[in-house]
Nanobody, 121 residues
Framework: VQLQACGGGLVQPGGSLRLSCAAS????????MGWFHQAPGKEREFVAA????????YYADSVKGRFTISRDNAKNTVYLQMNSLKPEDTAVYCC???????????????WGQGTLVTVSS
């Protein structure tokens, strides 16, 4: 599976962005999908994950109530709606595909290129 994330950019605190992760090569309906971010000088961190059908999802405590993960298997695309953005959300965001709805990066098999989100006034 080849994954490509897009939709990042510069946004003011309190603003919103919607990231997309388009897949090719295989259908994502066979995979749980996750979003991760990595800030400068920090390790990659889990943000959100969604089950194969989209019926279950899982969020990092830091984004609960602000971010929403969704998927459209017909379009082979996963989304991350980010609201009420904070400066500490600034990072490169990337999507990943794996066999289970978990937060550990090592369990994901396929990774896309990231997209930079900068939250600053």
């Amino acid at each position: 599976v080849q994954l490509q994330a897009c939709g990042g950019g510069l946004v003011q605190p309190g603003g919103s962005l919607r990231l997309s992760c388009a897949a090719s090569g295989r259908t994502i309906s066979n995979y749980a999908m996750g979003w991760f971010h990595q800030a400068p000088g920090k390790e990659r961190e889990f943000v959100a994950a969604i089950s194969r059908s989209g019926g279950s999802n899982y969020y990092a405590d830091s984004v609960k109530g602000r971010f929403t993960i969704s998927r459209d298997n017909a379009k082979n695309t996963v989304y991350l709606q980010m609201n009420s953005l904070k400066p500490e959300d600034t990072a490169v965001y990337c999507c990943a595909a794996g066999p289970a709805l978990v937060r550990a990066p090592k369990t994901y098999d396929y990774w896309g290129q990231g997209t930079l989100v900068t939250v600053s006034s």
